[in-house]
């Protein structure tokens, strides 16, 4: 019939699933390896493909559900490409040890028999989205604030640190403190920058997922909306063929009274009219009742029209039975096969955003938490290799020390101007004091400044007239015909009996006027100098400062002026074994008594370092208290090196890195092999 909703080839099953499918539970549906192809018929609406996650887990099977038909009428009416875009693809592999990932198919199996199931579990995905979208902005405004407080965090300590060293401030120990607090700022300000691009970089990505999720979802509501109204036009068309069924059915009957002449009484027709369908039969009792039946009309005619409604009757039977038929398969599909189908794409999508929200939110914590750590790490380190924290920085200033050397320079660079304040010294007749008694007659010299005043001890000490302080090392060698400077072998050795293990061993100074008279004592008469005695071993920092005093007070430094630009470019070399190389060439290009005071040295500083687990001086900070000291320091100006010089500071990370790299490689640049036999 032209009218019928279906054709007679409609909903013809095309089966292109996997062979074993029909092993399949049907709450395990969306595969990538076995899609379902619905192919359209003439009359059924074309549904839009819905993409569906490829790494989905692979279904559990159901004791409740149905086995997969191949005969399957719904989905073999309309194409479906099944290929959803797995969101979480972004998220790293190692979120399955922070969020668990199962499917449950219990919650599924419920969710089936729900009759609210599809828009329950759209509104739960609107939800999460929402959730999703909010942490998302969350992570942005927290990295903005994260980013600003980083920059300018680092802006400030770099302008600070710029800026000190082109003001006239204090120097000395205050500076190389203030310089290394603004060092430990800048990688905080560092740390709060990464820790910004990373909040960046999860915020786009819950973003995006956010966008997928809602992706799917729309798609896949549309496609549950377009098999409930299939299903509902299915339904439509079932009762219009119904109804013509019945239709010609009584129009078949009105046929047959008209040709048996049955009157009103007719038990028969009164039997079926209290059977049930009195009232649709009513109408042929009118007929008869208003004298319609044509008695007179040609039986052939009547049996005509017999023919030709039974005709209708029987096609009106057959249509209603398929439409029947359809209607019930169709409806079977839907709720044993594309309903479940449609639930687990929606959980799916639901766990997938849940997961993905979770896993961020736990990445951020962790995040959050190495940040404070890492900030709590630069500002107290945990070992010595870490640094020494902001408070050992703060505290490791010594203003005594610095107010002495700041004194003395100062009487220096002033002592021959005119005085500008009130008059020593004038006739008594104007009102001037007798001259009190002065140290040296005059503004105070480097070396007065050193003498402590009112110490008698060192008074009475008798100057045999062979200084080692400030006297070139090849002149005080040749002079007390010997290998090794005494002075050096003398501290040595009390510093390895005495302080190998002290803590902070030459980098913590003594005290400056304990340091002052050991050197007096040393420089006047060093053979009568007990290092062992109580007054020295009690500290012996007083030791290890005069030792670094003597380095720095000689006229030409230990690595010498001529071969400091080599030793510089040589620690320049980026190359671990090239750099190793150039130093021990430019060590062998040292005179003699340079080479022998420097293998004797660095071999007690090698000592040195092995205690580093009792002294917590590595090879790299021992590099860091003797880089400048045994390369000194150029003077500006007249190209000089000197001890106390305030040039070279440029130069400084190479020469540190060059006594370390010498220490790292001291067995091979010093050490012979027949040195090692014996």
Known sequence: MADEGYSSTAWESTDNSDPNASQTPYYGLFQPNSPSLIHESVTAPALSSLPVKPSSPPPRSSSDSLGRSSSSRWRDSVPVTIERKDTLSMIPSDAISLVETSFDEN????????????????????QSMVSCREASVFFKKRAVLEEEYGKSLQKLARTTS??????????????????????????????????????????????SLA??????????????????????????????????????????????????????????????????????RALGKAVAKGGLLLKGKNPGNIQRQEDDVRTRVSNASDSYRKALTDTQAMRQEYFNFQLPRIL???????????????????????????????????????????????????????NRADFKIYMQNYAYARGGAAPRGPRREGPAEEGFLPPLPTHGGGAYSAVHANTPIGNSHNAQIVDKGRPTFGVDLAEQMARDNVELPAILEKCCVAIEKHGLRSQGIYRISGMARKV???????????????????????DVNNVTSV???????????????????????A???????????????????????????????????????????????????????????????????NGSFSGHGNGGIADAPFQNKAIETILDHYSDIFVDEAEVGA
């Not at 007070?553 to 690595?559: A, I, K, Q, T």
């Open 107 to 126: 919650v599924l199996r419920v969710l089936c028999e729900l009759d609210c199931g599809v828009p329950l579990l759209l509104d739960r995905i609107k």
């Open 344 to 398: 687990r794409a929606l959980k799916e999508c639901a766990d997938e955003i849940d997961l993905g929200t979770q896993y961020h939110l736990t990445r951020y914590a962790f995040l959050f938490e190495s940040i404070v750590l890492s900030d709590g790490s630069t500002l107290v380190p945990v070992g010595p290799e870490d640094g020494i924290g902001l408070k050992s920085t703060i505290e490791s200033i010594d």
């Open 162 to 207: 710029e800026v000190y060293s082109m003001n006239d401030g204090k120097a000395g120990s205050f500076v190389g403190a203030w310089q290394s607090s603004m060092k430990i700022h800048e990688v905080m300000a560092e740390n709060r920058i990464r820790f910004a691009q990373r909040l960046n970089e999860m915020s786009d990505e819950l973003a």
């Open 211 to 280: 966008k997928e999720v809602d992706k799917n979802r729309k798609q896949t509501k549309e496609l549950a909306s377009r098999y409930e109204r299939a299903l509902q036009e299915s339904e439509l068309n079932m009762e219009k063929s119904k109804n013509r069924l019945e239709i010609s059915s009584e129009e078949l009957e009105r046929v047959l009274l008209q040709k048996e002449g049955e009157s009103l009484k007719d038990g028969g027709l009164q039997a079926k009219n209290q059977g049930g369908v009195a009232g649709k």
């Open 547 to 569: 030792l670094k005093m003597w380095f720095r007070e000689l006229p030409d430094p230990l690595l010498t002026s001529t071969l400091h630009q080599g030793f510089v470019e």
């Open 516 to 538: 002052a008279s050991l050197k007096e004592r040393l420089d006047k008469d060093m053979e009568s100098v007990n290092l062992d005695s109580e007054e020295w071993i009690s």
């Open 571 to 637: 620690a320049k070399i980026e190359n671990d074994r090239l750099r190793h190389i150039r130093l021990h060439e430019r060590v062998n290009d040292l005179p003699d008594p340079n080479y022998a005071t420097l293998k004797y040295f660095l071999g007690h500083l090698h000592k040195i370092a092995e205690y580093e687990a009792d002294n917590s001086m590595s090879i790299q900070n021992l590099a860091i208290v003797f880089g400048q000291t045994l390369f000194g320091q150029i003077i500006p100006g």
